[in-house]
């Protein structure tokens, strides 16, 4: 499975992206997480294959939200109300459904997202 992600930017604070995820391959959950400069990769957000069951970090939870089109193997993040703390690089993986890190096999190589205040 190859994940290919993209759509990232730079944006103004309480600007919107949306990220693509498109995948090559069988089919599975699908994560996106980030990471920050400085800190540490951490869960974004979380759909099953047949995009009924979705989950969320808190921090995102009611801004970001993750859809997919299976016809065309693409998973989106839609992001709203940006913060300058949402910049990070952004990446899709292929999986379990899960928010752990260590539940998905495949990694795409990420996307820069960067809030301007």
């Known amino acids: 499975v190859q994940l290919q992600a993209s759509g990232g930017g730079l944006v103004q604070a309480g600007g919107s992206l949306r990220l693509s995820c498109a995948a090559s391959g069988r089919t599975f959950a699908v994560g996106w997480f980030r990471q920050a400069p400085g800190k540490e990769r951490e869960f974004v957000a979380t759909i099953t294959w047949s995009g009924g069951t979705t989950y969320y970090a808190d921090s995102v939870k009611g801004r970001f939200t993750i859809s997919r089109d299976n016809a065309k193997n693409t998973v989106y993040l839609q992001m709203n109300s940006l913060k300058p703390e949402d910049t990070a690089i952004y990446y899709c993986?292929?999986?379990?459904?899960?928010w752990g890190q260590g539940e998905y096999r495949y990694w795409g190589q990420g996307t820069q997202v960067t809030v301007s205040s």
């Open positions: 993986a292929a999986g379990s459904f899960s």
